[in-house]
């Protein structure tokens, strides 16, 4: 059949697109057969634009468009189209499954609305079945009148529209439509987030949920802000997102596994979510949860269209003035919240006002979520907030109080108006007290404590973050003392600050100027046969001055640089090793450190991937060490990638083990290959018979559950014997092997060949 021939006869641009469908329902490669002229145009003449306010208002045209291509017939759509969702959806409905699709669509980059036609064709060959596709351009004020064709659809869009321009009430309204929207989705869950365009961090502004819904509430992620930071790169490339199945599901785990595993956590089935946007900027995000995935085209139409407008209304100066009360004030206490209290600070700093910062943590409030649920948990929170207010809105202290929360169940109260500094303390205990008295939440009494750390402005610091670090600092010692005193003043010692900010500044020198390197730490087995060994990290500084690892592993945890050092050793010490094998024939193993924040990086197994291929180094040479506590802290989100490692045949090894409080269900679950014993066990092991016994007991239990043990730290001949006495595999320490340079360790390798 003649394609041309078909397409040249559209007046509209138009093309013909194949779909290549799978035997489980699916599809793979869709393919654009042929295209008329005013299809291909802007593919073989790429479009451009002044920056003067022309008639085509474009803003930023796709990456994709910029340069000039030559259509070749019957080739995959994503060389010449961004890659897409919705359009493939489109393709599949028309081509594959014979439903004739009319739907708009609004592309947020060129600010401009398109009526899309697709009709099935009744040709097929083998698996590949065809669709027209015609495209038309349509302008902003023609789109409602277009989208009648959609019935109920258009006049639900039209009645959002009538909402926000006739009110005044910007979060009644905004609940009142999320609540419209989510019974047209016949949706679990909708929901708007507002996102701050200078901190990205979001906050809910309306929510919706049936009744019966049992997903876990996105506001109930510790993490919330972190996943939401994560849409913004996302829709830097995509107009909506839509997920009906598992194969859109597995499509946003490939672009955002840190999201998909914490939708999965939820319970997540089906998705569809729009961000808010306006002149290119990123206002917020509407999206629904668990929909009518029957009904995904229509569904999807009212969302873009309605989302298009609530843009609008809150790109308005009023609206966003209006808005500013809202991004002041936590949803849940209607107290101020971090981005109000931050600014309180910087104002007082700014007119020199002296003032007491007291960092606040409710006691053991993880247990009140954990034994009574997220909600009750919410309404402690509630409570606590309504007693503080009191105090503070009628003034039953000494001094001016402002307080807030700072999320989760961490408050901050500034003080103000004290003349003297011994003032503080009772207006703390007059908080503190406000807690005695019992709170009953579902029939339970609880009795609620927190702890409180205070800094003084200017006798403790001077700038804000200062101020907010030396009194969490104070906060987390006085919690970490578990005393009956719950009140407490920052005091140097307990932060060296200047010189975490020193080692800080050289651990950035160090990475910018390949001062990192490794050293090899030999490990054996009991009859003295070398089995690999362990990279450790070291660094220099500027000057060629060794920085102990006990300084700058912990900064580089505390400042989130610690996956960089984790990469820089990692391949350094993999080129190193691969090449040996290579070169030898060496049976050695490398066993490398990885930090739960390296683990958790989207693009870590394309990283493992990459340093295999560059090194050559054997996967089954390879051993990840990852630490005992992300058995309990990060078990679910890191069980997928360790799965994928274990099945490339990466060796994995729980290190410090002893140290944690994992389960032996956490224990059992987990596709590790090696327990390391930590050097606090075996230092006490032969002085101490219940150490030694303990020790027996891992061995015992790592071999039960198919483990070999490596234990570490072994420095004395005593230790060494009783090691063997009770059966444990390696041993890794200075009674057989210090760390050593690459060179040292390669005529250890020569030497244990020969």
């Known amino acids: 059949m003649d394609f041309q021939m078909i397409v040249d006869s559209f007046e509209e641009p138009t093309c013909i697109l194949s779909v290549e469908k799978d035997n489980e329902g699916g599809y793979h490669q869709i393919r654009i057969v042929a295209g008329n002229k005013k299809y291909l145009l802007p593919f073989e003449e790429p479009i451009t634009y002044s920056n003067d306010n022309d ?304 960092s606040i943590d409710i006691n053991n409030f993880k247990s009140i979520n954990d034994t009574i649920g997220f909600d009750a948990g919410n309404r402690v929170l509630t409570q606590i907030a309504s007693r503080w207010k009191k105090i503070a809105e009628n003034n039953l202290t000494a001094t001016q109080d402002h307080l807030a929360r700072m999320g989760g169940d961490e408050f901050q109260l500034v003080i103000q108006g004290y003349d003297d500094n011994e003032a503080i303390i009772p207006t703390i205990k007059t908080y503190e007290n406000a807690l005695g008295t019992t709170m009953t939440i579902d029939g339970c009494d609880l009795y609620i404590s927190a702890s409180f750390g205070y800094c003084l402005y200017p006798d ?50 160090a990475l910018e100027n390949d001062l990192l390197y490794f050293n090899l730490q030999p490990q054996f087995d009991l009859d003295h046969k070398l089995r690999g060994f362990e990279a450790l990290a070291r660094m220099k500084d500027s000057d060629g001055t060794v920085v102990s690892p006990g300084e700058f592993i912990p900064v580089a945890e505390k400042v989130g640089l610690v996956d960089k050092v984790d990469s820089a050793v990692f391949r350094r010490s993999a080129m190193f090793i691969g090449g040996l094998i290579r070169e030898t024939g060496a049976d050695i193993m490398l066993s490398v450190n990885i930090s739960v924040r390296h683990l958790m990086k989207n693009d870590f197994l394309d990283e493992v991937k990459d340093i295999l291929s560059a090194s050559g180094i054997p996967a089954d040479h390879l051993e990840i060490e990852i630490t005992e506590s992300i058995m309990i802290d990060s078990a679910e989100k890191a069980q997928h990638c360790i799965n994928k490692l274990h099945k490339m045949g990466i060796q994995i090894a729980i290190d410090d083990f002893g140290t944690g409080y994992s389960s032996l269900s956490y224990l059992n679950n987990f596709p590790a290959n090696i327990l390391k014993i930590d050097k606090s066990f075996i230092d006490k092991m032969n002085t101490s018979d219940p150490s030694k016994q303990y020790v027996a007991a891992i061995i015992s239990i790592g071999h039960i559950m198919g483990f070999e043990v490596v234990s570490e730290g072994v420095e004395e001949k005593e230790q060494l014997a009783t090691l063997k006495l009770i059966g444990c595999d390696y041993i890794q320490g200075f009674i057989w092997g210090r760390p050593l340079s690459p060179e040292d360790a390669e005529k250890l390798i020569r030497e244990s060949i020969e």
């Open 55 to 358: 008639s085509t208002n474009i803003k930023e045209l796709p990456e994709i468009f910029h340069k000039k291509k030559t259509f070749v017939p019957d080739s995959p759509y994503e060389l010449y189209l961004p890659k897409d969702m919705g359009f493939e959806d489109i393709c599949f409905r028309a081509a594959v499954l014979k439903i004739p699709v009319h739907t708009c669509v609004h592309l947020n980059d060129l600010d401009m609305w398109f009526d899309i036609y697709a009709m099935p064709m009744c040709i097929e060959k083998g698996d590949i079945c065809y669709c027209t596709y015609t495209v038309i351009a349509k302008d902003n004020t023609d789109i409602m009148m277009n989208s009648a064709s959609s019935g109920i659809y258009a006049e639900n869009v039209i009645k959002t529209c009538i909402k926000l321009n006739g009110t005044n009430d910007i979060e009644g309204t905004m609940n009142d439509v999320i609540n419209d929207i989510r019974l047209i989705c016949r949706a679990d869950v909708c929901t708007i987030a507002l996102t701050d365009p200078e901190t990205k961090e979001s906050s809910v502004l309306a929510t919706s949920f049936d009744k019966d819904c049992k997903i876990k509430r996105v506001t109930h992620f510790e993490e919330f802000g972190n996943i939401t930071k994560t849409w913004i790169d996302m829709f830097g490339k995509s107009d909506f997102i839509i997920a009906k199945d598992i194969n859109d599901m597995e499509y946003i785990r490939e672009r955002n596994l840190y999201w998909y595993e914490n939708l999965i956590e939820a319970g997540v089935d089906s998705l569809v979510m729009f961000p808010l946007k306006y002149d290119s900027e990123i206002l917020g995000f509407l999206w629904a949860t668990n929909f009518a995935v029957e009904d995904t085209i229509r569904i999807k139409e009212t969302l873009e269209l309605t989302s298009f407008f609530i843009s609008s209304k809150l790109s308005n100066y009023q609206m966003l003035e209006h808005l500013k009360h809202i991004s002041y004030t936590d949803q849940l206490t209607g107290l101020s919240n971090r981005l109000a209290c931050t600014d309180l600070i910087e104002k007082l700093i700014k007119h020199g006002e002296r003032f007491c910062i007291v």
């Open 460 to 509: 403790d610091a001077k700038t804000s973050d200062s101020l907010i670090s030396y009194a969490n600092a104070s906060m987390n010692e006085i919690k970490r003392m578990k005393s009956s005193q719950h009140i407490m003043r920052f005091v140097p010692g307990l932060l060296k600050e200047e010189h975490t900010l020193e080692i800080e500044r050289k651990l950035i020198y």
